[in-house]
Nanobody, 116 residues
């Protein structure tokens, strides 16, 4: 059973915008103290994109700072990633990750392709 489900990926032109969403599908995904996004481009390692903790504090990779915004709803157990001014190098599979004191949860990913 997939415990995290991402949505919102797709094809967009350079300079465009996309909004990714991630939701927990099971009540077992609980006691989450932070939620984040990672991405993996073809032939590259998975890399950190952004994270937000339950207090609303955020951190971003330098490559996306000023262009991406992460937000979360603790009550709904969701996390979004709003991506502006997208570049071809943002093309990747994007994964959400939820942090729990005992374990981490990962989604299965959603493809984002930035191309003209």
């Amino acid at each position: 059973q997939r415990q995290l489900v991402e949505s919102g990926g797709g094809l967009v032109q350079p300079g465009g915008s996309l909004r990714l969403s991630c939701a927990a599908t099971s009540a077992t995904v609980s006691n989450i103290y932070a939620r984040g996004w990672f991405r993996q481009a073809p032939g590259k390692q998975r890399e950190f994109v952004a994270v937000i903790n339950s207090g609303g504090n955020t951190n971003y990779a330098e490559s996306v700072k000023g262009r991406f915004t992460i937000s979360a709803d603790n009550d709904k157990n969701t996390v979004d990633l709003h991506m502006d001014r997208l570049k071809p190098e943002d093309t990747a599979v994007y994964y959400c990750r939820y942090y729990n004191r005992k374990t981490d949860y990962w989604g299965e990913g959603t493809q984002v392709t930035v191309s003209s």
